[in-house]
Antibody, heavy 116, light 108 residues
Framework: QVQLQESGPGLVKPSETLSLTCTVSGGSVSSGSYYWSWIRQPPGKGLEWIGYIYYSGSTSYNPSLKSRVTISVDTSKNRFSLKMSSVTAADTAVYYC????????WGQGTLVTVSS | EIVLTQSPGTLSLSPGERATLSCRASQSVSSTYLAWYQQKPGQAPRLLIYGASSRATGIPDRFSGSGSGTDFTLTISRLEPEDFALYYCQQYGSSPYTFGQGTKLEIK
């Protein structure tokens, strides 16, 4: 059973960079069969796809966030990461990592609050 | 960007009834790359349906999906108490992947 676990700071100051890591167990990010995705959900609101990465390093991002987002993969540690720069209060959300474009396995999510 | 519009926003039904949830796309979804997810409070979404009509592993057969092109439906044949939750559709046929705004299924 594939499991994903998000980790990173729960509080980020405005204008700074949000950094999260998703550690995968029970499966390999090097598998050529899957993308590895980030999704977020502001409190009380719907889901927003942020982007995904393939094990080769190829990425796709939501155009609305593309200028501020970088997703990377570390196959040696079986994990992938999200960096989002110049955050504002509007970036406060639960951030999820998940496997695939069909999001069949999800992490539990981590709340990131942007506040001074 | 493909915009997904779900209806109704809220659906009030009783256990044992049939639920029909709709997801309409602003343009055709490639190769029926349409999924449905269930989300309960404080939990991550759970994949129910992919490819418009294929049930994910472990999903009861009371859940079914149908549709193609721009119109898709999630049907729950006989509601169980644990089915009352939020439901989202998602298209993964073209980037950016997008979600509908959700349908809340509540107990009447």
């Amino acid at each position: 059973q594939v499991q994903l676990q998000e980790s990173g700071p729960g509080l980020v100051k405005p204008s700074e960079t949000l950094s999260l890591t998703c550690t995968v167990s029970g499966g390999s990010v090097s598998s050529g069969s899957y993308y590895w995705s980030w999704i977020r959900q502001p409190p009380g609101k719907g889901l927003e796809w942020i982007g995904y990465i393939y094990y080769s390093g190829s990425t796709s991002y939501n155009p609305s966030l593309k200028s501020r987002v970088t997703i990377s993969v570390d196959t040696s540690k079986n994990r992938f990461s999200l960096k989002m720069s110049s955050v504002t209060a509007a970036d406060t959300a639960v951030y999820y990592c998940a496997r695939g474009g069909i999001l069949d396995f999800w992490g539990q999510g981590t709340l990131v609050t942007v506040s001074s | 960007e493909i915009v997904l519009t779900q209806s109704p926003g809220t659906l009030s039904l009783s256990p044992g009834e049939r639920a029909t949830l709709s997801c309409r796309a602003s343009q055709s979804v490639s190769s029926t790359y349409l999924a449905w997810y269930q989300q309960k409070p404080g939990q991550a979404p759970r994949l129910l349906i992919y490819g418009a009509s294929s049930r994910a592993t472990g999903i009861p057969d009371r859940f079914s999906g149908s549709g193609s092109g721009t119109d898709f439906t999630l049907t729950i044949s006989r509601l169980e108490p644990e089915d009352f939750a939020l439901y989202y559709c998602q298209q993964y046929g073209s980037s950016p992947y997008t979600f509908g705004q959700g349908t809340k299924l509540e107990i009447k």
